[in-house]
């Protein structure tokens, strides 16, 4: 009488069990980390862009003479204001508002005589926080 003997390859429940518990404990400590890095790309946008319509403006300027750029941007809202710098920015959508990632808020000077930098702000939890930049 021959035996048979079937050789079973597979893993144990106690194998996949601890496979499972790694990468949990993996995954609990990547997912804070991930969420930090997503909140910290968007603050170096919110920056990048900042920067970027302080270089719009101050071209915005150069092209038209302080005095006349002056004259164009008194009186103007932020959208008119938005108008006359984007033909000098090389992202530019068709409105103010949808300049900066969400939460976050550009103030443009009220002046261009003085090139002052714009305004940058963060919203959290309902109250607007500076940012320096």
């Keep these: 009488m021959k035996h048979s003997t079937s050789l079973v390859k597979g893993f144990s429940l106690v194998e996949v069990l601890a496979a499972v518990a790694i990468l949990g404990i993996m995954a609990f400590l990547a997912i804070p980390n991930i969420v930090q890095m997503k909140s910290d790309s968007e ?40 108008n006359l710098v984007s033909p000098y920015l090389a992202f530019a959508p068709n409105s103010f508002n949808s300049y900066m990632p969400t939460n976050y808020g550009l103030a443009l000077p009220t002046a261009v005589t003085t090139l002052k930098k714009c305004g940058l702000t963060k919203t959290e939890g ?8």
């Design 43 to 82: 603050t170096n946008l919110a920056i990048a862009r900042a920067e970027a319509m302080n270089m719009g403006v101050a071209s915005f300027v150069q092209a038209n003479g302080r005095d006349a750029a002056g004259t164009a941007w008194s009186g103007a809202t932020s959208e008119q204001r938005y």
């Design 126 to 133: 309902g109250s607007s926080i500076a940012i320096d930049y």
